[in-house]
């Protein structure tokens, strides 16, 4: 080969991206993540942390505007992926798996709020809020756990307070965020034996878009069922968008998903409220829940046989 040819060639194989066979660090401490539902709210915001931090982030989303918006930002690579459409889960398995980069790291996180009382609300809703909350995580577990195994890496999933709190009109958000704490047990004791960690994020009130984006899917049914949006529905949408910009960033959100991802010792759940009232009714709830499981039967446990039994379980956990 001519010598002067010879210092291009190498220069322009310096200049392609490079990316870690295994999903695992390279030199430079990189990994690569999958993070679903990345357009807005915590999905966002923890990719944006990551692709600061070094890492390189398939980001999940389904407008084009969005996939635009992601692949500006360095070390970002926007996959489109609606998590309830298999074949485009399919190719974003592909497109990893064609780059070589392996996956260190899965992120769940895609998800909506819908709902309404029983009586009121169509099994449809219903149905829509577990195939993306529930179908969704569960189709894209399956069809990535794969890599990440072969990383010997991370899962971890958006739950939520409403895993363990719900209310009238919430059986079906609540629900969904209920089956991912059982979800995230079952997986982990079946992650175990590949050296995968799984662990789940319970965030409280922080800044998204779930609510608004609730309210226009409600309003968008009203529209299709020839209905029109009346003065009351948009002061709706203009109260919930006040509320939603009234919390804060979920920067504490992001915090606990990067322990989860990358510290020694994960934990299996990691709770995050932006405040001390939050935690205080998630806890109480658990332990009205406690009580009300050792109220029936002739097993049950007296107080300080319970007290004996939370102190060990802190115990264990502190160990």
């Keep these: 080969m001519n010598r002067l040819f010879m210092p291009l060639v ?14 695992l660090a390279d030199d430079r401490g990189q990994k690569s993540v999958l993070v679903t539902g990345a357009s807005t709210g915590i999905g966002r915001h923890l990719a944006e942390a990551l692709a600061e931090a070094g890492h390189h982030v398939y980001a999940g989303a389904r407008k084009q505007e969005d996939l635009d918006a992601l692949n500006a930002i360095e070390n970002i690579t926007a996959v489109r992926l609606d998590v309830t459409k298999p074949d485009e889960i399919d190719a974003v398995v592909a497109l990893i798996e064609e780059r070589g980069t392996g996956l260190y790291a899965l992120v769940n996180n895609a998800g909506i709020g819908d709902g309404g009382p029983v009586v009121d609300t169509p099994v449809e809703v219903q149905t829509l809020v577990y195939d993306v909350n529930v179908e969704g995580v569960y189709r894209v577990t399956r069809a990535f756990a794969p890599l990440v195994m072969a990383s010997n890496g991370r899962i971890a999933t958006t739950g939520s307070i409403a895993g363990t709190l719900s209310w009238p009109g919430g059986s079906a958000y609540s629900g969904s965020k209920h ?39 409600r309003q968008a049914r009203v ?17 919930t968008e006040a509320r939603e910009l009234s919390y804060k960033l979920p920067d504490e959100v992001t915090a606990a998903f990067m322990h989860a991802l990358f510290d020694d010792e994960p934990l299996r759940r990691y709770m995050v409220v ?11 709830t ?29 115990a264990e956990g502190d160990g």
């Design 10 to 23: 190498v220069l322009a194989v310096l200049a392609l991206p490079w990316f870690p066979s295994s999903g």
């Design 274 to 284: 932006p405040s001390a009232d939050e935690q205080a009714m998630t806890i109480r």
């Design 223 to 239: 529209v299709a069922e020839g209905g029109v949006i009346t003065p009351e529905m948009r002061e709706e949408y203009e109260r």
């Design 179 to 217: 089956w991912i704490e059982a979800f995230t047990d079952a997986l982990a004791g079946e992650m175990a034996p590949h050296g995968v960690s799984v662990s789940v994020i319970q965030p409280g009130n922080y800044q998204t878009r779930i609510r608004r984006n609730s309210v226009q899917r």
């Design 286 to 314: 658990k332990i009205e829940q406690l009580v009300q499981l050792n109220q029936w039967g002739p097993y049950s446990y007296s107080a300080d046989e319970l007290a004996a039994m939370l102190r060990q379980a802190m």
